[in-house]
């Protein structure tokens, strides 16, 4: 029986017979069938492909920033600050008086 219909579908005698005409239908749902099943696919693979790469830009991003953060607090600090402005050159001196707070009274 396999054999036979194998032998009709290689030969030709298919179209012959007319088994397309009558499942004409059937034939063109599963040729949409695949064709869906075909773009599903590779649109899936596009959306995984932009995911690694986003990945990847978001860990370079993250190791960026801890960079930027760390160097960002070890020159905020007082004296790494007053260090900075004498390798500058720049004559100027930490107050001797803590600030004052500026009250101004409403009239």
Known sequence: MRRQ??????????????LLVRN???I?????LV???ISIHFGIRNTMSRMT???DIL???RSEYMGKY???????????IEKLLEENGLNLVPPQTP?????????
């Open 5 to 18: 219909i194998l032998e009709n579908i290689l030969g030709g005698q298919i179209l012959s017979k007319g």
């Open 24 to 26: 004409w239908k059937f």
């Open 28 to 32: 063109l749902y599963i040729f949409f």
């Open 35 to 37: 064709l869906l099943y």
């Open 53 to 55: 790469a986003n990945e």
């Open 59 to 61: 860990r370079n991003m």
């Open 70 to 80: 760390t160097r960002l607090l070890h020159t905020g600090k007082r004296g790494e």
């Open 99 to 107: 600030p004052r707070r500026i009250i101004m009274e409403e009239k």
